[in-house]
């Protein structure tokens, strides 16, 4: 930002402009003796080698500036400072002791960040001791040994000028053995921000309070009917217990007046956690254990936002600068964004109970080019939060422009403040660094109103996953913030509906002007390759399920957490995630298969031969085709043509055994193969292929069959001629006269009439003649089991 915007329009009062005139006389003094008396040289050649080794033995002891309150003080108050003095010497600190140094007033925002950035004791620089009875002394500072110290101070006695922000040191000073004089020994400096009364003009501010996790869950769910989801791990457990990074964003920010800004996923894994999950391990999963938690958790939340602002992430949070730098041009990766902002607004009215804004984009950092904002503005939102150290100021205004500016397209950039967006980051688990990091925010704000008596509207926007201490930090600047007298808080959509000021850059910065350090940690191309073709296999299993929902939607947002942005910096477990989503989908599809089969004996010139689908899923499949396919359809034929086509649908869980009719019309071995086809005739899975040997009958074969055809008839002939010559002797009355009626009496056996029915076959009381061509009655039903492994099929 230009630092013409340091311009605050205040003058000093007159305390602080005799303490100017004062250290200005005193610095002169040296040179006016060397004018006035030669002899008085070496004297002053003394005291700026005494300068010099204040300034160089300045960090011989460290001090800890661990609290200061208030934050912001008024008139009437008193102001106390706590914190530790550390001897890093290798010799004792005697004579010591602690004193507050009032410095200079700050007058631009660039004097607090050079101040916050120097390091040893400078004279002048760092003020003069106030002395008196707000001191601490101590006899002697053993080396390596800390000694607390905790100075009260009224506000009263700081000699404070008008309103702005003042440098505040905290210095130990003492004598050491090979420098027994005193001397300034070690400080710390801070900011004291002074507005006591009420500020003419407040600055309208804006807080994003983010809730944004990692992806947690996994595309596996279980079989029954309420799908226990698998995580991959219990980490968010932790982050949602109490002392957890999610506990301390949800306890801390109930009490601010925050803008909510929420990724959908987050509040989806802990739904599903209150109703049971599992947790992979190794080889296998085990159950949760945290519901309870998971449920207090969400309550907690659902009070805290209950009458507050919350803006919607698209699920998962994707990241929009690897999206439109690396996925643009990879077929479907839009659509993915797509889906992801859709049901981003559903997921927190179900688990929340309010309705989101889904108008706002967040890409990384703030950080944006024209093809971020044209993705970012691709699913509908059409307000883009920027950060100021991306889109920076170029028309030289003396002051901080409001955030929001028109960038065209109907597109508005909320331009978030970079210094106050900023201040909380690091490692702020010691007291001292949270205390410095507070102070320098409010002066940073003040300072920012002090500007100009124009009204503007602030944003700030900290950064998507804080831990739990840099949350504290936050949370303690703006509890001070909101209760001073310089600022009041505003809504994020009524930020981006403010007035923009005609004199802000709107001026999106060129792709070359994006961030080296951010685009190394982007998602590569390659990642939406293969989250392209997960969704093609995605898109090829669900048209075969007769519950879809049950797969689609927990791979869907697998798919969206495959964008996140929480993938930064973690490219090795972002390409786990990814293989661990497309190998389970790899698994689900190969539950629908064809069972191998062996080689298939043809006796015969037509047979019908089955083809087995197995369907090991929880739910039906449908809408599949089976082909099965001769490579020699002049040898053998299915279906009368070279291929045939039946549709299957089977039960979860069972096979189905598909017959397809055959004909031969050659011996020898024919190379068949079985595929499934999904309806719109797209192939599904491998193929099975298998050898058919075609057996028809042989000459030989038919020889033996026509010779035993002409025995059976000469003996019905030989038989109809005897019956003819036994019919014309009784007509000639040469009948045998032994007996009267047939079967009165034994009979001779000579008889013509007991010859001939031996001949015949016949016995007395016996039914009609049995061929012996005839079949035998009781043949065995055809089996309709699949053939199996070298099973000939018959006809």
Do not use: C
Request: glycine fraction near 8%.
């Amino acid at each position: 930002m230009a630092e013409a915007a340091d311009f605050q329009g205040t003058s000093p009062s007159p305390a602080r402009r005799w303490m100017r005139r004062t250290a200005a006389l005193l610095a002169s003094a040296p040179l006016l003796a060397g004018l006035l008396q030669l002899p008085a040289a070496p004297a002053a050649d003394a005291a700026g080698q005494t300068s010099a080794r204040a300034a160089s033995g300045s960090r011989t002891v460290t001090v800890a500036l661990d609290s200061l309150s208030p934050s912001a003080p008024t008139e009437g108050d008193t102001l106390t400072v706590s914190g530790t003095v550390t001897n890093n010497g290798k010799q004792a600190v005697t004579n010591a002791h602690v004193d507050l140094r009032v410095g200079p007033e700050l007058t631009t925002r660039s004097a607090i960040d050079i101040a916050a950035k120097r390091t040893g004791y400078v004279p002048g620089a760092d003020g003069t001791a106030i002395g008196g009875s707000f001191t601490q002394e101590f006899a002697k500072l053993t080396p390596g040994v800390g000694e607390r110290f905790s100075i009260s101070v009224p506000v009263d006695d700081l000699d404070l000028g008008g309103n702005g922000v003042y440098q505040l040191g905290v210095s130990l000073s003492g004598e050491t053995a090979a420098q027994p004089w005193e001397q300034v020994l070690g400080i710390e400096r801070t900011f004291l921000p002074w507005q006591p009364a009420e500020a003419d003009t407040r600055t309208k501010t804006t807080v994003l309070w983010p809730l944004v996790s990692t992806g947690h869950m996994t595309a596996e769910t279980g079989s029954n009917e309420q799908q226990t989801p698998v995580f991959l791990n219990d980490g968010l457990a932790k982050e949602i217990a109490p002392g957890g990074r999610l506990e301390q964003l949800v306890s801390l920010g109930k009490d601010l007046d925050v803008t909510w800004v929420i990724d959908p996923d987050l509040l989806a894994s802990v739904d599903a956690m209150t109703r049971g999950y599992r947790v992979q391990g190794e080889g296998e999963t085990t159950a949760g254990t945290h519901q309870a938690v998971a449920k207090q958790w969400l309550a907690d939340l659902q009070k805290a936002v209950a009458d507050k602002e919350v803006v919607a992430l698209p699920f998962a949070d994707p990241d929009l600068a690897s999206l439109a730098h690396n996925g643009t041009d990879v077929t479907g990766s839009l659509s993915q964004f797509k889906a992801a902002t859709d049901v981003a607004a559903t997921t927190v009215k179900t688990v929340l109970h309010v309705t989101p804004s889904t108008d706002f984009a967040w890409p990384v950092d703030g950080a944006v080019d024209p093809s971020i904002v044209k993705v970012a503005t691709s699913a509908g939102a059409d307000k883009v939060i920027a950060r100021s150290d991306s889109l920076e100021e170029t028309g030289g205004l003396p002051y901080t422009p409001s955030a929001a500016r028109p960038i065209g397209g109907g597109t508005t950039a909320v331009v978030a403040d970079a210094r106050l967006s900023t201040a909380f980051q690091g490692d702020l688990t010691r007291a001292s660094a949270n205390t410095l990091a507070v102070q320098k925010f409010l002066a940073q704000s003040l300072a920012l109103n002090l500007q100009t008596n124009q009204q503007r509207s602030i944003v700030i926007a900290p950064q998507r996953m804080p831990t739990a201490s840099q949350a504290r930090a936050t949370a303690e600047a703006v509890t001070a913030l909101q209760a001073g007298t310089w600022t009041e808080a505003q809504e994020l959509t009524s930020a981006a509906k403010a007035k923009p000021d005609p004199g802000a850059t709107t001026n999106v910065p060129s792709a070359s002007d994006y961030p080296s350090s951010l685009r190394k940690q982007e998602l590569p191309r390659s990642a939406f390759e293969q989250i392209a073709q997960t969704q093609d296999k995605l898109d090829s299993f669900k048209v075969i399920l007769t519950q879809q929902s049950r797969v689609v939607t927990p791979f869907g947002r697998a798919i969206n957490r495959e964008m996140s942005t929480s993938w930064r910096g973690l490219a090795t477990e972002a390409q786990g995630y990814r293989d661990g989503v497309e190998s389970y989908l790899d698994d689900l599809s190969e539950g629908v298969t064809l069972i191998d089969k062996s080689e298939t004996k043809l006796s015969g010139r037509s047979a019908t031969i089955p083809v087995t689908v197995q369907n090991n899923l929880v739910q039906g499949v449908d809408n599949l085709v089976l082909r099965l396919t001769s490579t020699s359809p002049t040898r053998l034929e299915i279906g009368g043509k070279a291929y045939d086509e039946q549709s299957v649908a089977v039960s979860g869980g069972h096979s189905q055994s598909v017959k397809f009719t055959t004909s031969a019309n050659a011996n020898g071995r024919v190379t068949v193969y079985a595929q499934l086809f999904t309806e719109d005739g797209h192939p599904y899975g491998a193929p099975v292929r298998f050898d058919v040997k075609v057996t028809e009958i042989t000459a030989t074969v038919m020889l033996v069959i026509g010779g035993g055809v002409l025995l059976l008839v000469l003996a019905g002939f030989r038989m109809y001629t005897q019956r003819k010559r036994a019919a014309a002797r009784e007509a000639d009355g040469d009948a045998p006269e032994t007996a009267d009626e047939p079967g009165d009496g034994p009979q001779n056996p000579e008889s013509p009439e007991h010859r001939l029915r031996e001949e015949s076959g016949t016995r007395p009381g016996a039914g009609a003649p049995e061929q012996p061509s005839d079949p035998t009655p009781d043949t065995s039903a055809e089996s309709a089991d699949p053939s199996g492994t070298g099973e000939r099929v018959d006809r």
